[in-house]
Protein backbone atom coordinates (compact mmCIF):
# COMPACT_ATOMS: atom_id res chain seq x y z
CA UNK A 1 0.00 0.00 0.00
CA UNK A 2 0.92 3.26 -0.95
CA UNK A 3 1.74 5.89 2.22
CA UNK A 4 -0.54 8.48 0.44
CA UNK A 5 -3.38 5.82 0.21
CA UNK A 6 -3.09 5.03 3.80
CA UNK A 7 -2.80 8.71 4.37
CA UNK A 8 -6.23 9.47 2.35
CA UNK A 9 -8.26 6.89 4.27
CA UNK A 10 -7.30 7.91 7.86
CA UNK A 11 -7.62 11.57 6.96
CA UNK A 12 -11.21 11.29 5.47
CA UNK A 13 -12.02 8.54 8.27
CA UNK A 14 -10.90 11.69 11.18
CA UNK A 15 -12.80 14.76 8.88
CA UNK A 16 -16.04 12.27 8.76
CA UNK A 17 -15.49 11.46 12.66
CA UNK A 18 -15.66 15.44 13.16
CA UNK A 19 -12.00 16.07 13.66
CA UNK A 20 -10.94 19.96 13.36
CA UNK A 21 -7.17 20.45 12.15
CA UNK A 22 -5.00 23.34 12.35
CA UNK A 23 -2.40 23.34 9.68
CA UNK A 24 0.37 25.66 9.38
CA UNK A 25 1.33 25.12 12.90
CA UNK A 26 4.76 24.20 14.39
CA UNK A 27 4.51 22.34 17.60
CA UNK A 28 7.94 23.38 19.97
CA UNK A 29 6.82 21.58 23.12
CA UNK A 30 4.26 20.78 26.05
CA UNK A 31 3.25 21.96 29.45
CA UNK A 32 1.56 20.05 31.59
CA UNK A 33 -0.87 21.88 34.17
CA UNK A 34 -3.03 20.34 36.84
CA UNK A 35 -5.83 20.13 34.20
CA UNK A 36 -4.48 19.42 31.06
CA UNK A 37 -1.51 20.01 28.50
CA UNK A 38 -0.93 23.08 26.65
CA UNK A 39 1.24 22.77 23.24
CA UNK A 40 3.48 25.11 22.47
CA UNK A 41 4.21 26.79 19.35
CA UNK A 42 6.66 29.07 17.27
CA UNK A 43 3.98 31.96 17.29
CA UNK A 44 2.24 31.21 21.04
CA UNK A 45 0.29 28.37 22.95
CA UNK A 46 -2.12 26.61 20.87
CA UNK A 47 -4.59 25.79 23.44
CA UNK A 48 -5.30 23.33 26.25
CA UNK A 49 -6.39 19.86 25.81
CA UNK A 50 -7.32 17.41 28.10
CA UNK A 51 -5.04 14.20 25.96
CA UNK A 52 -2.43 14.89 23.59
CA UNK A 53 -0.93 12.21 21.22
CA UNK A 54 2.19 12.62 19.53
CA UNK A 55 2.21 11.39 16.32
CA UNK A 56 5.13 13.66 15.27
CA UNK A 57 7.54 10.50 14.04
CA UNK A 58 10.97 9.82 15.14
CA UNK A 59 11.95 13.66 15.56
CA UNK A 60 9.50 14.35 17.82
CA UNK A 61 9.66 17.15 20.12
CA UNK A 62 7.78 15.81 22.48
CA UNK A 63 9.48 12.79 22.76
CA UNK A 64 11.47 12.41 25.90
CA UNK A 65 13.79 10.33 24.62
CA UNK A 66 16.53 11.10 22.01
CA UNK A 67 16.55 8.75 18.79
CA UNK A 68 19.89 7.61 18.23
CA UNK A 69 20.87 8.01 14.55
CA UNK A 70 21.77 4.60 12.74
CA UNK A 71 24.90 4.96 9.94
CA UNK A 72 23.15 3.74 6.84
CA UNK A 73 19.63 5.07 5.68
CA UNK A 74 18.13 4.64 2.15
CA UNK A 75 17.15 6.89 -0.94
CA UNK A 76 13.62 6.33 -1.92
CA UNK A 77 11.22 7.30 -4.84
CA UNK A 78 7.87 6.31 -5.99
CA UNK A 79 7.58 5.00 -9.76
CA UNK A 80 5.72 3.43 -12.82
CA UNK A 81 5.60 -0.20 -12.33
CA UNK A 82 7.77 -1.74 -14.98
CA UNK A 83 5.90 -4.08 -16.56
CA UNK A 84 8.22 -5.65 -18.60
CA UNK A 85 11.24 -6.38 -16.32
CA UNK A 86 10.20 -9.31 -14.85
CA UNK A 87 9.64 -8.37 -11.39
CA UNK A 88 7.01 -9.98 -9.37
CA UNK A 89 4.08 -7.74 -8.64
CA UNK A 90 3.38 -9.58 -5.25
CA UNK A 91 6.80 -9.69 -3.82
CA UNK A 92 9.55 -7.17 -2.69
CA UNK A 93 12.86 -7.88 -4.71
CA UNK A 94 16.47 -7.15 -3.05
CA UNK A 95 19.89 -7.14 -4.62
CA UNK A 96 23.20 -7.41 -1.97
CA UNK A 97 26.84 -6.83 -2.23
CA UNK A 98 27.42 -7.87 1.58
CA UNK A 99 25.11 -5.80 3.68
CA UNK A 100 26.90 -2.19 2.16
CA UNK A 101 25.24 -1.96 -1.03
CA UNK A 102 21.38 -2.65 -1.45
CA UNK A 103 18.69 -1.95 -3.76
CA UNK A 104 15.05 -2.91 -3.43
CA UNK A 105 12.09 -2.92 -5.86
CA UNK A 106 8.66 -3.01 -3.74
CA UNK A 107 5.44 -3.33 -5.55
CA UNK A 108 2.75 -0.86 -3.80
CA UNK A 109 -0.53 -1.57 -5.64
CA UNK A 110 -2.26 1.65 -7.48
CA UNK A 111 -3.35 4.39 -5.92
CA UNK A 112 -6.76 4.14 -6.97
CA UNK A 113 -9.10 1.75 -8.98
CA UNK A 114 -7.79 1.94 -12.53
CA UNK A 115 -4.44 4.06 -12.04
CA UNK A 116 -1.17 2.38 -12.84
CA UNK A 117 0.68 -0.16 -10.65
CA UNK A 118 3.62 1.63 -9.09
CA UNK A 119 6.81 0.74 -7.33
CA UNK A 120 8.93 1.97 -4.50
CA UNK A 121 12.44 2.15 -5.60
CA UNK A 122 15.09 1.89 -2.62
CA UNK A 123 18.62 2.17 -2.39
CA UNK A 124 20.87 2.01 0.80
CA UNK A 125 22.97 4.74 1.50
CA UNK A 126 25.46 5.89 4.63
CA UNK A 127 24.40 8.84 5.87
CA UNK A 128 27.81 11.03 6.11
CA UNK A 129 27.85 9.74 2.05
CA UNK A 130 24.11 11.29 1.75
CA UNK A 131 25.95 14.77 0.23
CA UNK A 132 28.33 13.42 -1.69
CA UNK A 133 25.51 11.38 -3.68
CA UNK A 134 23.91 14.68 -4.35
CA UNK A 135 26.82 16.66 -5.56
CA UNK A 136 28.05 13.77 -7.72
CA UNK A 137 26.28 13.27 -11.41
CA UNK A 138 23.11 11.06 -10.86
CA UNK A 139 24.68 8.95 -14.47
CA UNK A 140 27.78 7.81 -11.95
CA UNK A 141 25.00 6.56 -9.53
CA UNK A 142 23.02 4.75 -12.00
CA UNK A 143 25.73 2.94 -13.18
CA UNK A 144 26.46 1.71 -9.83
CA UNK A 145 22.86 0.43 -9.51
CA UNK A 146 22.87 -1.31 -12.72
CA UNK A 147 26.20 -2.79 -11.96
CA UNK A 148 24.63 -4.31 -8.97
CA UNK A 149 21.10 -4.90 -10.84
CA UNK A 150 20.80 -4.76 -14.25
CA UNK A 151 16.98 -5.55 -14.42
CA UNK A 152 16.50 -2.05 -12.48
CA UNK A 153 17.20 -0.32 -15.95
CA UNK A 154 13.46 0.84 -16.44
CA UNK A 155 12.97 2.04 -13.32
CA UNK A 156 16.44 4.22 -13.16
CA UNK A 157 15.06 5.33 -16.81
CA UNK A 158 12.33 7.42 -14.94
CA UNK A 159 14.68 9.28 -12.68
CA UNK A 160 16.30 12.40 -14.29
CA UNK A 161 16.88 14.48 -11.00
CA UNK A 162 18.13 13.84 -7.55
CA UNK A 163 15.45 15.60 -6.50
CA UNK A 164 13.11 12.14 -7.57
CA UNK A 165 14.87 10.96 -4.65
CA UNK A 166 14.01 11.43 -1.54
CA UNK A 167 16.72 10.27 1.73
CA UNK A 168 15.06 8.42 4.62
CA UNK A 169 17.25 8.55 8.06
CA UNK A 170 16.65 6.12 10.10
CA UNK A 171 16.95 6.10 13.73
CA UNK A 172 16.60 4.14 16.92
CA UNK A 173 14.25 4.13 19.88
CA UNK A 174 12.40 2.47 22.35
CA UNK A 175 10.60 4.87 25.25
CA UNK A 176 10.70 2.27 28.10
CA UNK A 177 6.92 4.41 29.03
CA UNK A 178 5.18 5.86 25.81
CA UNK A 179 2.59 7.87 28.24
CA UNK A 180 3.03 10.57 30.59
CA UNK A 181 0.19 12.21 32.27
CA UNK A 182 -1.94 13.04 29.68
CA UNK A 183 0.47 12.57 26.72
CA UNK A 184 0.67 9.23 24.68
CA UNK A 185 3.11 8.73 21.98
CA UNK A 186 2.40 6.47 18.91
CA UNK A 187 4.08 5.36 15.86
CA UNK A 188 7.50 6.46 15.27
CA UNK A 189 7.61 8.57 18.61
CA UNK A 190 7.22 5.69 20.12
CA UNK A 191 9.47 3.75 18.90
CA UNK A 192 11.68 4.41 15.91
CA UNK A 193 13.79 1.72 13.82
CA UNK A 194 14.81 0.75 10.83
CA UNK A 195 12.40 -0.90 8.18
CA UNK A 196 14.23 -4.23 7.26
CA UNK A 197 10.98 -6.18 8.92
CA UNK A 198 8.24 -3.38 7.14
CA UNK A 199 6.25 -2.84 10.20
CA UNK A 200 6.40 1.09 10.20
CA UNK A 201 2.84 1.30 9.32
CA UNK A 202 1.38 -1.89 10.76
CA UNK A 203 2.52 -0.77 14.42
CA UNK A 204 1.19 3.05 13.88
CA UNK A 205 -1.95 0.98 12.89
CA UNK A 206 -1.82 -0.88 16.31
CA UNK A 207 -0.86 1.56 18.46
CA UNK A 208 -3.95 3.97 17.51
CA UNK A 209 -6.15 0.66 17.53
CA UNK A 210 -4.75 -0.39 21.36
CA UNK A 211 -5.28 3.25 22.22
CA UNK A 212 -9.28 3.15 20.91
CA UNK A 213 -9.50 0.06 22.53
CA UNK A 214 -8.27 1.51 26.29
CA UNK A 215 -10.30 4.27 25.94
CA UNK A 216 -13.28 2.18 24.81
CA UNK A 217 -13.03 0.18 28.37
CA UNK A 218 -10.68 2.52 30.87
CA UNK A 219 -12.78 4.28 33.38
CA UNK A 220 -11.21 7.26 32.80
CA UNK A 221 -8.81 9.14 30.30
CA UNK A 222 -5.62 9.31 32.54
CA UNK A 223 -6.56 5.07 32.73
CA UNK A 224 -6.85 4.56 29.43
CA UNK A 225 -3.20 5.95 28.53
CA UNK A 226 -1.76 3.50 31.11
CA UNK A 227 -4.02 0.70 29.48
CA UNK A 228 -2.86 1.49 26.36
CA UNK A 229 1.01 1.06 27.67
CA UNK A 230 0.35 -2.24 28.54
CA UNK A 231 -1.42 -3.34 25.25
CA UNK A 232 1.60 -2.44 22.86
CA UNK A 233 4.52 -3.21 25.51
CA UNK A 234 5.76 -6.85 24.61
CA UNK A 235 4.37 -6.77 20.95
CA UNK A 236 6.77 -3.47 20.71
CA UNK A 237 9.78 -4.67 22.31
CA UNK A 238 9.62 -8.05 20.85
CA UNK A 239 9.67 -6.21 17.45
CA UNK A 240 11.90 -3.47 18.75
CA UNK A 241 14.50 -6.05 19.59
CA UNK A 242 14.33 -8.12 16.06
CA UNK A 243 14.85 -4.96 14.40
CA UNK A 244 17.75 -4.19 16.61
CA UNK A 245 19.46 -7.70 15.64
CA UNK A 246 18.71 -7.52 12.21
CA UNK A 247 19.49 -4.26 10.82
CA UNK A 248 23.07 -4.63 10.79
CA UNK A 249 22.96 -7.84 8.90
CA UNK A 250 20.85 -5.68 6.13
CA UNK A 251 22.73 -2.44 6.47
CA UNK A 252 26.22 -2.16 7.78
CA UNK A 253 29.74 -2.86 6.73
CA UNK A 254 30.30 -5.89 8.16
CA UNK A 255 32.11 -9.14 6.37
CA UNK A 256 30.73 -11.84 8.59
CA UNK A 257 27.51 -11.10 9.17
CA UNK A 258 26.49 -11.02 5.36
CA UNK A 259 28.59 -14.25 4.69
CA UNK A 260 26.48 -15.88 7.47
CA UNK A 261 23.07 -14.39 6.08
CA UNK A 262 23.74 -15.99 2.80
CA UNK A 263 25.21 -19.08 3.83
CA UNK A 264 23.74 -20.04 6.59
CA UNK A 265 20.20 -17.72 7.35
CA UNK A 266 19.35 -18.34 3.54
CA UNK A 267 19.16 -22.04 3.22
CA UNK A 268 17.59 -22.01 6.78
CA UNK A 269 15.19 -19.48 5.83
CA UNK A 270 13.31 -22.34 3.65
CA UNK A 271 12.94 -25.03 5.87
CA UNK A 272 9.96 -25.65 8.41
CA UNK A 273 9.50 -24.47 11.04
CA UNK A 274 11.66 -21.48 10.89
CA UNK A 275 9.81 -20.46 7.03
CA UNK A 276 6.36 -20.32 9.39
CA UNK A 277 8.22 -18.47 11.81
CA UNK A 278 9.90 -15.41 9.50
CA UNK A 279 6.69 -15.10 7.27
CA UNK A 280 5.09 -14.66 10.68
CA UNK A 281 7.25 -12.06 11.54
CA UNK A 282 7.70 -9.87 8.52
CA UNK A 283 3.59 -9.72 8.88
CA UNK A 284 3.48 -8.99 12.02
CA UNK A 285 2.13 -11.56 13.83
CA UNK A 286 4.65 -12.76 16.17
CA UNK A 287 3.61 -11.80 19.75
CA UNK A 288 -0.51 -12.12 18.46
CA UNK A 289 -0.94 -8.46 18.97
CA UNK A 290 -4.42 -8.43 18.01
CA UNK A 291 -5.49 -11.30 20.05
CA UNK A 292 -4.57 -8.85 23.38
CA UNK A 293 -6.82 -6.16 21.51
CA UNK A 294 -10.13 -8.84 21.74
CA UNK A 295 -9.68 -9.58 18.29
CA UNK A 296 -8.03 -12.18 15.83
CA UNK A 297 -6.42 -12.94 12.90
CA UNK A 298 -8.73 -14.17 10.74
Known amino acids: MQRAVLFDLLHRAALGAGAVLGASTRITGAEQTGEGVCLEAENGTVGSFDIVLDCLVSRSVLCPQPAAPLRYGALWALLDWPTDAGFDETALAQRYHAASRMAGVLPVGRAEPGAGLKATFFWSLRGPDHADWRDAALERWKTQVLELWPECAPLLDQ ?17 GRPVSPRIAHLGDSYRATSPQLGQGANMALLDAMALAVAFRSAPDP ?21 SWLLTPVYQSDSRVLPFLRDRAMGPLARLWPISTLLAALVSGRVGRPLAGLGLEWP
Open 222 to 242: LAALERYAALRRWHVRLYQGA
Open 159 to 175: ISDHEQLAFARYTHRTL
